[in-house]
């Protein structure tokens, strides 16, 4: 089978933004509040970051559940690496993600701005400049025949589509509104000339949309 490109577990909000404006250090996501936008991931059995606690193990924890399965590297654009912006001012600052990150993979940085590569645990991160496709080609070579997960945020899912490279999508939207911010969509329905399409609501109050390439 052909390697995929995937987007898994991406949350949007009810109008469509992944995050909202003002990202920091103090605040990855803006405005959102990412215990609004993410409850019902971190409500689950597995959730994004490990926790002692078990959680629910019904359809929301079947989607946390899949995160790995048969993935072999990830692409994420900088901001999801971090908030800086330009030339690296501080290589001693490693991201978001503490010592022990949540990907277990090789991860691209999509970044004008390159910088040494750098390993956290079983995570190697890698900061690369090109296009898309280019980017692309690197993280399916380091995945060593298995998929890549296309990990936001939203701007660069939005260029991985206008190239029309994604294979398959996993949005839950949220049932709250951020007015502004990084924008995935107006509407799920512009998918719709080139990917079939599943929506299932949850209990949680999320709808998950899946979409995978017609």
Do not use: C
Not at 41 to 66: C, K, M, V, W
Not at 79 to 104: M, S, T
Not at 144 to 169: K, N, S, Y
């Amino acid at each position: 089978m052909s390697q995929l490109l995937r987007v898994q577990n991406f949350t949007v909000s009810s109008d469509g933004f992944g995050a909202g404006e003002g990202q920091s250090l103090e605040k990855p996501f803006g405005h959102a509040d990412p215990g609004n936008l993410l409850a019902w991931a971190f409500a689950t059995d597995h959730p994004p970051i490990n926790r002692s606690e078990p959680g629910g193990r019904g359809l929301d924890d079947y989607f946390t559940r899949d995160y790995g399965r048969n993935i072999g590297a990830e692409i994420m654009g900088r901001n999801k690496f971090g908030p800086q912006r330009g030339p690296w001012q501080d290589y001693e600052w490693q991201g978001w993600w503490g010592d022990e990150p949540p990907f277990h993979t090789p991860v691209f940085v999509m970044t004008h701005h390159k910088r040494p590569s750098f390993t956290l645990s079983d995570t190697t991160f890698h900061f690369v400049d090109g296009d898309p496709a280019a980017v692309l080609a690197q993280a399916k070579e380091a995945a060593l025949g298995r998929d890549v997960r296309l990990g936001g945020g939203a701007t660069i899912i939005r260029q991985f589509l206008e190239a029309d490279l994604l294979d398959t999508l996993h949005v839950a939207v949220a049932p709250t509104k951020l007015g502004s911010g990084a924008r995935l969509w107006e509407s799920p329905d512009e998918l719709l000339d080139r990917f079939h399409q599943d929506v299932v609501p949850s209990p949680s109050g999320v709808t998950h949309h899946l979409f995978w390439r017609k």
